[in-house]
Protein backbone atom coordinates (compact mmCIF):
# COMPACT_ATOMS: atom_id res chain seq x y z
CA UNK A 1 0.00 0.00 0.00
CA UNK A 2 1.38 3.71 -0.70
CA UNK A 3 1.78 5.56 1.88
CA UNK A 4 1.52 9.51 1.43
CA UNK A 5 2.57 11.73 3.44
CA UNK A 6 -0.04 14.99 3.13
CA UNK A 7 0.14 18.00 5.34
CA UNK A 8 0.09 18.20 5.99
CA UNK A 9 2.06 18.24 5.94
CA UNK A 10 1.38 17.98 6.08
CA UNK A 11 2.97 15.39 6.99
CA UNK A 12 1.46 17.91 6.50
CA UNK A 13 2.83 18.41 5.57
CA UNK A 14 4.90 16.05 3.02
CA UNK A 15 0.81 15.76 3.27
CA UNK A 16 -0.02 14.05 0.15
CA UNK A 17 2.86 14.91 -2.43
CA UNK A 18 3.96 11.30 -2.89
CA UNK A 19 6.55 10.95 -0.43
CA UNK A 20 7.10 8.08 1.94
CA UNK A 21 7.71 8.21 5.80
CA UNK A 22 10.89 6.14 5.22
CA UNK A 23 12.31 8.73 2.73
CA UNK A 24 11.87 11.47 5.32
CA UNK A 25 13.54 9.70 7.94
CA UNK A 26 16.50 7.76 5.25
CA UNK A 27 14.68 4.36 5.86
CA UNK A 28 12.99 2.34 3.78
CA UNK A 29 9.55 0.17 3.27
CA UNK A 30 9.21 0.32 7.55
CA UNK A 31 7.62 2.30 9.56
CA UNK A 32 10.06 4.24 11.19
CA UNK A 33 9.54 6.78 14.13
CA UNK A 34 11.95 9.29 15.99
CA UNK A 35 12.44 10.64 19.63
CA UNK A 36 12.36 14.14 17.13
CA UNK A 37 13.18 15.27 14.02
CA UNK A 38 15.53 17.65 13.51
CA UNK A 39 16.04 19.89 10.21
CA UNK A 40 18.57 17.67 8.69
CA UNK A 41 16.27 14.58 8.85
CA UNK A 42 13.66 16.66 7.20
CA UNK A 43 16.39 18.17 4.67
CA UNK A 44 17.54 14.56 4.05
CA UNK A 45 14.13 13.97 1.73
CA UNK A 46 14.25 17.43 0.23
CA UNK A 47 15.70 15.69 -3.00
CA UNK A 48 13.66 12.43 -2.80
CA UNK A 49 10.48 15.07 -3.07
CA UNK A 50 11.63 16.81 -6.51
CA UNK A 51 9.38 15.84 -9.28
CA UNK A 52 7.23 13.64 -7.56
CA UNK A 53 4.17 16.07 -7.35
CA UNK A 54 1.61 14.35 -9.25
CA UNK A 55 -0.85 16.78 -11.04
CA UNK A 56 -3.30 15.39 -14.29
CA UNK A 57 -2.99 16.64 -17.81
CA UNK A 58 -5.56 17.13 -20.50
CA UNK A 59 -5.58 14.30 -22.91
CA UNK A 60 -3.28 16.48 -25.56
CA UNK A 61 -0.42 16.50 -22.50
CA UNK A 62 -1.12 20.23 -22.20
CA UNK A 63 -0.84 21.34 -18.07
CA UNK A 64 -4.10 21.70 -16.61
CA UNK A 65 -5.07 25.30 -14.42
CA UNK A 66 -3.89 22.55 -11.62
CA UNK A 67 -0.86 21.82 -13.07
CA UNK A 68 -0.15 25.43 -13.18
CA UNK A 69 -0.94 26.35 -10.16
CA UNK A 70 1.23 23.82 -8.93
CA UNK A 71 4.26 25.51 -10.21
CA UNK A 72 3.97 27.97 -8.13
CA UNK A 73 3.99 26.40 -5.00
CA UNK A 74 6.61 26.98 -2.36
CA UNK A 75 8.60 23.73 -1.85
CA UNK A 76 7.18 21.98 0.92
CA UNK A 77 10.02 20.13 2.18
CA UNK A 78 11.93 23.66 2.33
CA UNK A 79 8.99 25.14 4.28
CA UNK A 80 8.75 21.94 6.43
CA UNK A 81 12.26 22.36 7.41
CA UNK A 82 12.19 26.05 7.96
CA UNK A 83 9.04 25.88 10.06
CA UNK A 84 10.38 22.87 11.86
CA UNK A 85 13.43 25.12 13.33
CA UNK A 86 10.65 27.31 15.22
CA UNK A 87 7.99 24.55 15.92
CA UNK A 88 9.87 21.28 16.63
CA UNK A 89 7.90 17.92 16.05
CA UNK A 90 8.52 14.49 15.83
CA UNK A 91 7.84 12.47 13.01
CA UNK A 92 5.32 10.52 15.02
CA UNK A 93 3.00 13.11 15.09
CA UNK A 94 3.34 13.43 11.39
CA UNK A 95 3.42 9.64 10.54
CA UNK A 96 0.11 10.01 13.25
CA UNK A 97 -1.61 12.78 10.92
CA UNK A 98 -0.98 10.85 7.82
CA UNK A 99 -2.55 7.67 8.89
CA UNK A 100 -5.22 8.73 10.94
CA UNK A 101 -6.05 12.13 10.58
CA UNK A 102 -4.92 13.77 14.32
CA UNK A 103 -2.02 13.90 16.46
CA UNK A 104 -1.47 11.69 19.20
CA UNK A 105 -1.76 14.50 21.97
CA UNK A 106 -4.05 17.00 21.02
CA UNK A 107 -2.64 19.32 23.80
CA UNK A 108 0.65 20.49 23.09
CA UNK A 109 0.23 23.43 21.04
CA UNK A 110 3.78 23.07 19.09
CA UNK A 111 2.79 20.18 16.54
CA UNK A 112 -0.58 23.11 16.01
CA UNK A 113 1.84 25.90 15.48
CA UNK A 114 3.80 23.93 13.42
CA UNK A 115 1.21 23.35 11.22
CA UNK A 116 -0.09 26.64 11.27
CA UNK A 117 3.76 27.78 10.02
CA UNK A 118 3.55 25.41 7.60
CA UNK A 119 0.31 26.45 6.09
CA UNK A 120 1.13 30.26 6.34
CA UNK A 121 4.10 29.64 4.04
CA UNK A 122 2.95 27.76 1.68
CA UNK A 123 -0.06 30.28 1.26
CA UNK A 124 -2.59 27.83 2.23
CA UNK A 125 -3.14 30.05 5.45
CA UNK A 126 -3.41 33.88 5.75
CA UNK A 127 -1.83 35.65 8.71
CA UNK A 128 -5.22 36.18 9.01
CA UNK A 129 -6.19 32.67 9.62
CA UNK A 130 -8.25 32.49 6.47
CA UNK A 131 -7.69 29.48 4.15
CA UNK A 132 -7.06 28.98 0.58
CA UNK A 133 -8.79 25.96 -0.60
CA UNK A 134 -7.33 26.12 -4.38
CA UNK A 135 -4.01 26.91 -2.74
CA UNK A 136 -4.55 23.42 -0.46
CA UNK A 137 -5.02 21.56 -3.64
CA UNK A 138 -2.07 22.59 -5.41
CA UNK A 139 0.22 22.24 -2.30
CA UNK A 140 -1.26 18.87 -1.33
CA UNK A 141 -1.69 17.59 -4.74
CA UNK A 142 -1.29 14.22 -5.42
CA UNK A 143 -2.13 10.41 -4.60
CA UNK A 144 -3.53 8.83 -1.34
CA UNK A 145 -3.66 4.54 -1.19
CA UNK A 146 -2.60 4.82 -5.12
CA UNK A 147 -5.54 6.61 -6.03
CA UNK A 148 -5.36 10.19 -7.69
CA UNK A 149 -7.14 13.15 -5.12
CA UNK A 150 -9.35 14.72 -7.88
CA UNK A 151 -11.42 16.88 -5.39
CA UNK A 152 -9.09 18.06 -2.79
CA UNK A 153 -9.98 21.73 -3.41
CA UNK A 154 -13.76 20.93 -2.61
CA UNK A 155 -12.82 19.18 0.79
CA UNK A 156 -10.37 21.99 1.35
CA UNK A 157 -13.18 24.26 1.44
CA UNK A 158 -15.24 22.18 3.49
CA UNK A 159 -12.93 22.27 5.78
CA UNK A 160 -12.61 25.84 5.70
CA UNK A 161 -15.39 26.77 6.31
CA UNK A 162 -16.57 27.64 9.94
CA UNK A 163 -13.37 27.83 10.93
CA UNK A 164 -13.70 30.04 13.77
CA UNK A 165 -11.30 28.95 16.24
CA UNK A 166 -9.74 32.21 18.43
CA UNK A 167 -6.02 30.50 18.33
CA UNK A 168 -4.32 30.61 14.79
CA UNK A 169 -2.44 27.91 15.91
CA UNK A 170 -5.33 25.34 16.64
CA UNK A 171 -7.45 26.73 13.44
CA UNK A 172 -5.06 25.39 11.55
CA UNK A 173 -4.65 22.07 13.11
CA UNK A 174 -8.03 21.57 13.03
CA UNK A 175 -8.43 22.89 9.08
CA UNK A 176 -5.44 20.03 8.08
CA UNK A 177 -7.12 17.71 10.43
CA UNK A 178 -10.71 17.73 9.02
CA UNK A 179 -8.75 17.86 5.30
CA UNK A 180 -6.67 14.57 6.23
CA UNK A 181 -9.49 13.23 7.69
CA UNK A 182 -12.03 13.48 4.33
CA UNK A 183 -8.57 12.38 2.29
CA UNK A 184 -8.91 9.07 4.66
CA UNK A 185 -12.72 8.84 4.70
CA UNK A 186 -12.81 9.37 0.73
CA UNK A 187 -9.23 7.80 -0.59
CA UNK A 188 -8.55 5.06 2.22
CA UNK A 189 -12.10 3.94 3.72
CA UNK A 190 -13.43 3.37 0.59
Do not use: H, W
Request: charged share 25%.
Amino acid sequence: MSRVVSVTLLALLALSVGLSVGASTGTSGSSATTSGTTSNDLSRSTDDVKGKLITPADDQGNMTSSEERALDVPDLMAVMVECNDSFRIEMGYLESLNESGSFPDEIDRTPKCYVRCVLEKTGVASEDGLFDPAQAAAVFAGERNGVLMTNLEDLASRCAADRNEKCKCERSYNFIKCLMEAEIKEYVSN
